[in-house]
Each structure stands twice: as structure tokens, then as C-alpha cells.
């Protein structure tokens, strides 16, 4: 395994601790690390702190690095991380975003309980799996026209609908209303859009998958109630993002990023971390080809959530307007945007790159959904396989301090082959039956690897989100069905 | 001389590669690349291409190349069996990949690799004969 961090972790409450700005040279900021006591331990297990220090080094952050207690060891910006840039000194960075550009999660709700559910969960899970293409270069069950992806790229989502793959009232509640604005397909590569071609719809594998999961436990009812949850109800979670169309995009952007960071003379202490002034050309390109990406993502989830409904129509011999299969949100949480924020007592437009984060916006804002502005942004946080997800609401806290930023997950705390020598032998699917769960999974190895003990406890993450008060538990579901790439 | 060693990391993974040449070096980084991807070794015909990449240095050719060869991997849907570095010069390199289709349901495809990373990339000459080369992907 890799090496501890052995830099300074100064504590500043029970869940709260500083990178102080003197622990580095080039440190513009310092970090900060939201993590309990028992999580400690796993954070300073490898070179993720560092990875704080470093973005606290990129030009232009306005107030600190952040990570959220998800955190752990990425490549550039650590996974869980929350930094923002000023748009005149700041800078943009595509490692700030990661190659899966608008990687998210997509909450369906149904009428359905878990009685009604779990005797064809067998059934339902194997519509679901043939239903919805995944795997490893998994192709979608429509091939768009170069002309119609340059579509989906500026409409996102809302292109998906107009072609009748949804309802008209799913885009209210998809984050930037499933279509980023800015988006301009000159500036993505021929590369990109042929990767792109034919994944529109397609779940791709690692750690994505679409879950059937029952609310198990509600923890604010009224909240809970504005966002139509109740205990024993069946819901869907989808967890995918842009496939090779935003890796492509990231790769294209880092090469170009590369010559930028000499032309502008900035220096950062990882390539990955390769960024551009927000005002320059290469700065806007990225930010018009990221656009394109999100709006991919946004596009392949709603694409999803159509066949979703199918599988559901199928197996339940009813409509998915009966069944109720309302969207109840949608969040991107590998994505970089320019929001206005209130940084030092003025309120200021800045980018905020959020690499594993989530946002959480606090009532009253108005780009949330009129339904649910009385009681903040719904945040949804995928757990690991097997262990179920969380329905968060976004509080004034995360505006004060993060962002309106939290959590993404539950973050990994084995490697691959930590988690491969643990698995070895082990008949993965056959546990999760034992407890209920029916899988479904295209390679077994990634299974293995997805394993629960990988990951960090997604309880622990939100309960310690919930002690910042950076977010508020709403609910909690466990999974019924789960179907893997 | 051992060719390539995987890499620990929490999340992702990374390969350690070896060379007596930088040639060398660029196809066992390759191969220790799809080897995270599968362990279908066969040969197999009908694909061939050849490669040029840029890049400001070392790193960046290395890293571009992996990415390339991802691409091609993806959208060409082809195993590549037979990979050659003709020429690495200071900003560019030529490479020439060989392989087939494969039968998705006979054959395991282990993970996918979205991406080969700069995160602490590195091309170093050890000594005469001797290269090393360390790169992350993102899983």
C-alpha cells in the first residue's frame, strides 16, 4: 500500500481539521478536512491530505481547499474535494473535474412499496439489466447522427425528452434543468463525439449501477414529505455519467491544458492539476467542451430513467404515471461552475470545482425547483453495493462555508487489489442474496472489487456531514435489487 | 528484467514499466496497461493502424500514447495483440498496433479505464540500457 501522509492536521472542532497554509511552500490557502475521529485514521492512510495541500498551491482560490469526509486518494484533486476560483485571478482546471465529467446520481420515485416489489424483484432486476446496456464499452440502443449529438450536447437532457424519451416535467428537477448553459460542440474533438456516438443510454460498469432500493428510514418528515418520500417506498437510484464521450473531453483538455500552463507561466505541484486563467481562451474552451459533457451525462441519465420506467411498465402491467415514477432529483458531482456566492461579507461570481462533492444548495435559492425551495436542494449519496444510499437536503451552513458543497459518497478505503485479495474465493452475488440483495453484474471482478469492505461507511459520511451541518439526513434506503456494469 | 508491475492506489491503479530502451519502455507501459483491461493473450488479425502522437516531452508522449491506444481500444471495439514503437522523438512518437475483434461474452473484460493520468507521471533512464516508467489510470 501506498505511503502515509505525515504532514500537520491541526483540529479545529469534533469534525473539522486545518492543513495549515505553513505546511507547504506555494500554499495559497489552507486545507481543510471534514472528517470524524474514527475516519482520521483511513484519511491519513495515503496521500489524499496532500492532494488538499496542493490545490490550496492553484492560483486564484477564494477561501480554503476543501474535502468532504468522503475524501480519498484521487489523481490531481483528491476525491471529496471543493475548491473555488476567483473569475479574474482564478483558474480552471479539467483535473478539478476528473475525466468523468457530470458523473451523478438520478433519484426515481415510485407508489410502490416494498410488498409490492419484493416478490418480482427477481423478474424486475433481470428487465432492468436487459433493459439498460451496461458494461465495458456498452452501447446504447440508439445510435445518434453526428447532427443529433451535437443536439444532445447543447440541449442535454431536455434534447432526450423532446424525442419522447421522458416527460416534460422531468427537467424541472435535474440539476441546471439537465442542460448546462455555454455548451458549444465546436469545441470538442471528432474523437470525443465518436466515442460518443453510441454510448447516449448505457450505464458503462466500475463503480456505476442503477439500485432498487427501499426508504428504510425517515429522519425528517416534513422534509421528507415536500420531497414525496415515505418509509417502505420503492425508489431508483441511477449512478452514471458522461462515459468515453467525457473522458475524451478531459484527455483533449489536459493536453492543451499542458501548453497553457507555460504560456500563462503557472505553476502547480502535480500535472494533473494542469489548469488555465478562467479568462483566457483555453480556459473558456474547457468550460464550453465540460458544458458539452455535463450535458452528455445529463442526456445518458434521463435516457436511462426512460428505460427505467419501461422495465417498471413491463413487470408491474401499469404505466409509469400511475406507478408514479416521478423524477425526484438529479446531481452532478464531478462538475465545475460559476455561481455566485458570498465570499468575506460580498457576494462575488466564482468557479467552484467539485471532484467527488456534491451541491447543496439551502432553501430559498432560486435555481432549485419551485416544490422544493421552502426546504433546500434534495442531495443524493450513493453508497457502496449492498449497503443502500442516503437522501441529504442542503443547508445555509454549506453556503457559508463550503460552497453549498457536501459529500458524494462513501469513498473507498481498499484498493483493488486490497479489495481482490479479501474477495478471492467469495461468491459476492450469493452474499447479497443472503441479505436480500439481487445483483446482477456484467463482470464478476467488478464485483470483487466493488465489494462493501472497500469502502468507507456511507452512515459514517453523512452523519458526519450532518454534524458540520453542511447537509441534514432526510432519508435512507436499502437495496433490493442492484444491477452492475 | 521484469516488464511491468501494477501499482497500488485507493481508488484507481497505476503500472510501474521497464525498458532496455525507451521503445521498449512504450510497449511494456501498453502492455501493462491491457493487462489491467484482460488476460485474453491470443493473437488475432484484421486490425492494424499506425500511431502518431505529440506531445512537449517524455511524460506527455507517454501519457498521450496510453490514451491513444485507449481510444483505439474503444471505439475500434479491437483487442490489440501486437503493439510496435517505431520512433520516440523529442515531441513526437510513431507506434504501429495490431489486433482483432473479439467475442465480448467469451471473453472477461476486467475493468474499464476511463483515462491514463499525469497524477505522478514519470519517464526517467535509470542507468545504460535501463528506463523506467510510472503512470495512473482513472478506473
Not at chain 1, 115 to 122: A, G, L, M, Q
Not at chain 1, 227 to 235: C, D, R, S, T, Y
Not at chain 2, 38 to 44: I, L, M, N, V
Not at chain 2, 115 to 124: H, K, L, N, S
Amino acid at each position: 500500500m501506498t505511503d502515509r501522509w505525515k504532514g500537520p492536521l491541526e483540529r479545529l472542532d469534533k469534525v473539522r481539521w486545518i492543513i495549515p497554509r505553513t505546511y507547504k511552500k506555494g500554499m495559497n490557502t489552507e486545507g481543510i478536512i471534514f472528517a470524524a475521529e474514527d475516519m482520521i485514521e483511513a484519511v491519513l492512510s495515503d496521500q489524499a491530505p496532500e492532494q488538499v495541500a496542493n490545490v490550496a498551491c492553484m492560483p486564484g482560490i477564494v477561501g480554503r481547499s476543501m474535502a468532504m469526509p468522503d475524501i480519498h486518494w484521487g489523481y490531481g484533486f483528491p476525491i471529496g474535494g471543493v475548491a473555488a476560483f476567483g473569475m479574474d485571478e482564478g483558474v480552471v482546471s479539467p483535473g478539478g473535474v476528473g475525466f468523468d465529467i457530470n458523473c451523478g446520481v438520478c433519484l426515481l420515485r415510485t407508489e410502490l412499496t416494498a410488498e409490492d416489489v419484493t416478490p418480482r424483484i427477481k423478474e424486475l432486476v433481470t428487465a432492468l439489466y436487459r433493459d439498460v446496456p451496461s458494461g465495458l464499452g456498452s452501447e446504447g440502443k440508439q445510435v445518434f447522427s453526428l447532427r443529433q449529438l451535437k443536439d444532445v450536447l447543447r440541449g442535454g437532457a431536455r434534447s432526450i425528452v423532446k424525442r419522447g424519451f421522458g416527460w416534460n416535467e422531468d427537467t424541472t428537477f435535474l440539476e441546471e434543468g439537465g442542460a448546462m448553459e455555454g455548451a458549444n460542440p465546436d469545441e470538442v474533438s471528432e474523437k470525443a463525439l465518436k466515442r460518443g456516438m453510441e454510448q447516449i443510454g448505457t450505464l458503462g460498469s466500475g463503480n456505476h449501477f442503477l439500485e432498487v432500493e427501499v426508504v428504510d428510514e425517515i429522519f425528517r418528515s416534513d422534509i421528507a414529505r415536500c420531497f414525496g418520500l415515505f418509509k417502505g417506498q420503492v425508489v431508483v437510484m441511477i449512478h452514471t455519467g458522461s462515459r468515453g464521450f467525457g473522458h475524451q473531453v478531459c484527455t483533449d483538455s489536459l493536453r492543451f491544458m499542458q501548453s497553457a500552463m507555460k504560456k500563462y507561466g503557472i505553476h502547480v505541484p502535480d500535472r494533473q492539476l494542469a489548469c488555465a486563467p478562467l479568462f483566457s481562451s483555453e480556459g473558456k474552451t474547457y468550460l464550453a467542451a465540460m458544458a458539452c459533457a455535463a450535458n452528455f451525462a445529463w442526456a445518458n441519465r434521463q435516457f436511462i430513467t426512460h428505460h427505467v420506467r419501461e422495465s417498471f411498465e413491463k413487470i408491474f402491467g401499469s404505466s409509469a404515471e400511475r406507478l408514479g415514477m416521478h423524477v425526484l432529483y438529479d446531481v452532478a458531482h464531478n462538475i465545475a461552475k460559476i455561481e455566485r456566492h458570498e465570499v468575506g461579507g460580498e457576494e462575488r461570481d466564482v468557479c467552484v470545482h467539485r471532484k467527488g462533492a456534491t451541491r447543496a444548495f439551502a432553501a430559498g435559492d432560486p435555481v432549485l425547483p419551485e416544490a422544493y425551495r421552502a426546504v433546500g436542494q434534495p442531495v443524493l449519496i450513493p453508497g457502496d453495493m449492498g449497503t443502500g444510499s442516503y437522501i441529504l437536503v442542503g443547508t445555509q451552513q454549506a453556503m457559508k462555508e463550503t460552497f453549498g458543497s457536501t459529500c458524494h459518497g462513501a469513498g473507498r478505503i481498499l484498493s483493488r487489489s486490497q479489495a481482490d485479495k479479501r474477495s478471492r474465493g467469495r461468491d459476492i452475488e450469493a452474499e447479497l442474496l443472503a441479505k436480500g440483495i439481487m445483483v446482477m453484474a456484467k463482470s464478476r471482478s467488478t464485483l470483487r472489487e466493488e465489494v462493501t469492505e472497500a469502502y468507507k461507511s456511507v452512515k459514517a459520511v453523512v452523519e458526519t456531514v450532518e454534524q458540520s451541518g453542511i447537509s441534514l439526513r432526510v432519508a435512507s434506503t436499502r437495496p433490493l435489487g442492484v444491477v452492475k456494469g | 528484467m521484469k516488464r511491468f508491475e501494477i501499482l497500488d492506489h485507493t481508488a484507481d491503479i497505476g503500472i510501474v514499466a521497464w525498458g532496455r530502451s525507451l521503445l521498449e519502455l512504450f510497449v511494456n507501459a501498453a502492455e501493462g496497461m491491457f493487462s489491467l483491461i484482460t488476460d485474453a493473450k491470443e493473437p488475432r488479425e484484421g486490425f492494424q493502424t499506425e500511431i502518431e502522437v505529440e506531445g512537449e516531452d517524455r511524460v506527455e508522449l507517454l501519457v498521450n500514447w496510453l490514451n491513444e491506444l485507449l481510444y483505439i481500444f474503444e471505439t475500434e471495439e479491437v483487442l490489440l495483440t501486437e503493439i510496435q514503437v517505431k520512433r520516440i522523438g523529442p515531441v513526437s512518437m510513431k507506434g504501429r498496433v495490431s489486433g482483432g475483434t473479439f467475442d465480448r461474452s467469451r471473453i472477461e473484460l476486467k475493468r474499464e479505464i476511463k483515462a491514463c493520468t499525469y497524477y505522478q507521471a514519470a519517464v526517467e533512464e535509470l542507468g545504460p540500457s535501463l528506463w523506467r516508467a510510472q503512470v495512473y489510470f482513472d478506473l
